[in-house]
């Protein structure tokens, strides 16, 4: 009914830049929350971005500063712009929408497959 697709991953060197973008698919009629999440090998999944109905959005101590959440409802896509990336970034990063208005009705919390966001020192 409702699927996410996150893109933009890879590998970059410390102190670059990647875009990863999590494209919403399905009889949607807005998407207008997100968060992003990752996890590192051997340590649990953590937050690392929201962005509310109202744009407020709210970050990891870790990453403020050098990450920003964005949204397009328009698109259906949300977006996390990461820049002056650490090695500690290093994870899978996954998108979830909290909320989809869809024509069945509202369907909660869903999960992108992940993307794979490596960083060299």
Not at 41 to 46: A, F, I
Not at 77 to 101: F, H, R, W
Not at 112 to 117: L, P, T, Y
Request: proline share 2%; glycine share 12%; hydrophobic share 35%.
């Amino acid at each position: 009914q409702v699927q996410l697709v996150e893109s933009g991953g890879g590998l970059v060197q410390a102190g670059g830049s990647l875009r990863l973008s999590c494209a919403a698919s399905g009889r949607i009629f807005s998407i207008n929350a997100m968060d992003w999440y990752r996890q590192a090998p051997g340590k649990q999944r953590e937050m690392v971005a929201q962005i509310n109905s109202g744009g407020s959005t709210n970050y990891a101590d870790s990453v403020k500063g050098r990450f920003t959440i964005s949204i397009d409802n328009a698109k259906r896509t949300g977006y996390l712009q990461m820049n002056s990336l650490k090695p500690e970034d290093t994870a899978v990063y996954y998108c979830n929408a909290p909320l989809i208005a869809t024509q069945r009705g509202i369907v909660r919390d869903s999960w992108g497959q992940g993307v794979q966001v490596t960083v060299s020192s």
